[in-house]
């Protein structure tokens, strides 16, 4: 049973000094990719990817780089457009910096499509097993 000794210890200023205590957020890497609109004017383009881009800022986002992939057909029809201008980011952001982001996509008209993932780095691990598996499966057969 703890005594009054032992709960003042662990209640003791000095074990929780809030002044040097920093609120460190995880970032986590991430890549959208969304489509615009094929008929908006290059204004209309730099100013959506400007607005997402300050979105991302505002709410923590590091390392944003972002790619104009220019206009390009669609595989299929969406919202009766067959062409769209890509536009990918990679950054660095906390985990709830996506969700506002997205919901602004979905409710421009100007966006048809729009994907986040969650980049990973491959592993050490991972490469030095599909190493051994590469060479193993290169080996002559019936030798």
Do not use: W
Not at 123 to 128: G, L, M, T
């Amino acid at each position: 049973m703890p005594t009054a000794k032992m709960l003042g210890a662990l209640t003791d200023e000095s074990l929780y000094d809030h002044k040097d205590l920093k609120l460190r957020v995880m970032n986590t890497l991430y890549e959208t990719m969304y489509i615009l609109r094929p008929d908006l004017g290059d204004e209309a383009v730099d100013q959506a990817i400007s607005r997402y881009q300050d979105m991302l800022n505002e709410s923590g986002a590091g390392m944003l780089e972002t790619q104009h992939r220019g206009k390009r057909r669609l595989a299929y029809e969406i919202n009766r457009y067959r062409e769209g201008i890509y536009i990918q980011m990679n950054y660095e952001a906390p985990g709830n910096a996506i969700a506002p982001m997205e919901r602004a996509m979905r409710l421009s008209e100007d966006v048809i499509r729009y994907l986040t993932i969650r980049f990973e780095e491959p592993s050490a691990e991972s490469d030095s097993d599909q190493e051994l598996e590469a060479t193993a499966s290169a080996a002559p057969l019936g030798s």
